[in-house]
């Protein structure tokens, strides 16, 4: 099995961003994921363009999607325009509790296209989507 870990906007400055994101890098994280993966295959693209983001989205070539849009997650309908036309488990992730953040945070345009949203849990919400998607896909 192959899992989509797209992750977007501001997401490459992990480990240099406010603390509420935590202290790790994208790549520490990614390399703890696929650790935890085990016999998964994580494939990973990160971008800071909305455009990129959508191609990536359209060519998924995976069987799951794990997606951080980061802040277009409430603003991109295009994002969530090329989400509603793969027909594959998709998982939107979020470091932080976007529900505890400024009110325009609160909801995910791009969220509501996906089977799920895990908010709040750090680098386990990602762990969880990847357990998630092991148990509906066997």
């Known amino acids: 099995m192959k899992i989509l870990v797209i992750s977007g906007a501001n997401l490459n400055k992990l480990g240099s961003r406010e603390a509420i994101y935590g202290t790790f890098t994208l790549e520490e994280m990614q390399r703890d994921l696929i650790e935890y993966a085990g016999e998964t295959t994580l494939e990973f693209f990160t971008s800071n363009s909305e455009g990129e983001i ?38 939107e992730v979020h470091l932080t509790n976007i529900l505890a953040r400024e009110e325009y945070r609160h909801f995910s345009v791009t969220g509501s296209k996906c089977d799920g949203v895990i908010t709040g849990l750090g680098v386990d919400g990602y762990k969880a989507a990847i357990d998630i998607i092991k148990r509906r896909i066997k």
């Open 54 to 91: 959508i191609d990536a989205v359209q060519n998924c070539d995976a069987d799951a999607l794990i997606i951080n849009e980061g802040g277009y997650s409430h603003t991109s309908i295009a994002i969530a325009d090329a989400l509603a036309m793969l027909s594959l488990p998709k998982i």
